[in-house]
């Protein structure tokens, strides 16, 4: 599904299965009905003008179950909760682009998924003295843009926000099965799935082990930075014919299946990269959000591909 208010690229966790309980095995239409917000505006939000930053979290945290979280690191990272939003970007990394084009985008108000100042916790004292990160900081209060992260909150949604975007672009909704990190799609070749991985999700290179002529049909997916361990326990425990991950540790999975594969092991593996293969998901979040703030921009601007491929 196109969406017009996306804009082209500018450049943690695993995928908990079974926070896309409320998905089950359905139709897209169907599921997108399911989804709170979506079929009908919120009629307590009946203009945009007048909202603050703490004003568009809360009306995001109504949705989350068991939120607000005593421990959390969606937290704000810039700007203050009193203020006044003139327009939202949703993306996964708040980069330096990301943050330019907010701006001429005249949207004050960044959510990010990942962290904005390069660690988990956002410690600015992580590295002392650390130039690039006064520059970003510099940056973001000359021209007051707030960010606000939205990891914990995104994936405690039911469905699980990201993982509830990557199926729905990869046109795998009618596929998945409730309370299951495997699923079965109608058989493929890895080549085949590997293209059109690339198309549905946007991705210009993935990393691939496998025969590109095998037949895929059951997938298990783990978008973004599950641990070596959920990943290798997964191929353990279910067999799956390809593992589909955000990204790895590279001595950890990576080497497992190799070695699997030597030993007649038929699992393969597809990494997508950690920001591309939760994109969507921070993608979904505009058509989620959009109807709980009417009259209100709410934009989509892909975080992009860090790497140069030679």
């Known amino acids: 599904m196109n969406n017009p208010r996306k804009i082209n690229p500018i450049g943690r966790r695993s995928f908990i299965a079974d926070t896309l309980k409320t998905v089950g095995a359905v139709t897209l239409p169907a599921a997108l009905l399911s989804v709170p917000g979506i079929g009908q505006a919120n009629n307590t939000a009946s203009q945009a003008a007048g909202y603050t930053v703490q004003d568009i979290i809360n009306i995001i945290l109504k949705e989350i179950p068991g939120a607000p979280f005593p421990q959390t690191v969606d937290t704000i990272k810039s700007g203050k909760p009193d203020q006044q939003v003139t327009g939202i970007v949703t993306t996964m990394f708040p980069t330096i682009n990301l943050i330019k084009e907010a701006i001429k985008q005249q949207c004050n108000f960044i959510i990010a998924h990942e962290p ?125 014919d390809v593992l589909i991950v955000g990204e790895l540790r590279e001595w950890e999975t990576a080497e497992y299946i190799r070695d699997g594969r030597l030993l007649g092991s038929g699992t393969a593996l597809i990494v997508l990269g950690h920001a591309v293969s939760e994109e969507p998901g921070m993608e979904w979040l505009v058509h989620w959000l959009d109807p709980k703030i009417p009259g209100m921009k709410i934009i989509h601007v892909a975080s992009g591909d860090p790497f140069t491929w030679m």
């Open 116 to 240: 904005s100042y390069y660690n988990h916790a956002d410690d600015t004292n992580w590295v002392a003295q650390n130039e690039v990160l006064k520059q970003k900081i510099d940056l973001l209060q000359k021209n007051q843009v707030a960010i606000w992260r939205f990891h914990d909150y995104w994936h405690s949604c039911k469905p699980d926000g990201i993982g509830y975007g990557v199926l729905k672009n990869a046109g795998w909704l009618s596929y998945y099965q409730s309370g299951k990190m495997v699923f079965s799609i109608p058989p493929v070749t890895l080549k085949d799935l590997v293209g059109h991985l690339k198309s549905s999700l946007n991705i210009a290179h993935l990393r691939v082990i496998g025969d590109l002529a095998q037949t895929c049909v059951r997938i298990g997916l783990i978008p973004g930075a599950a641990s070596g361990q959920t990943q290798v326990s997964l191929v353990e425990k279910e067999k799956p």
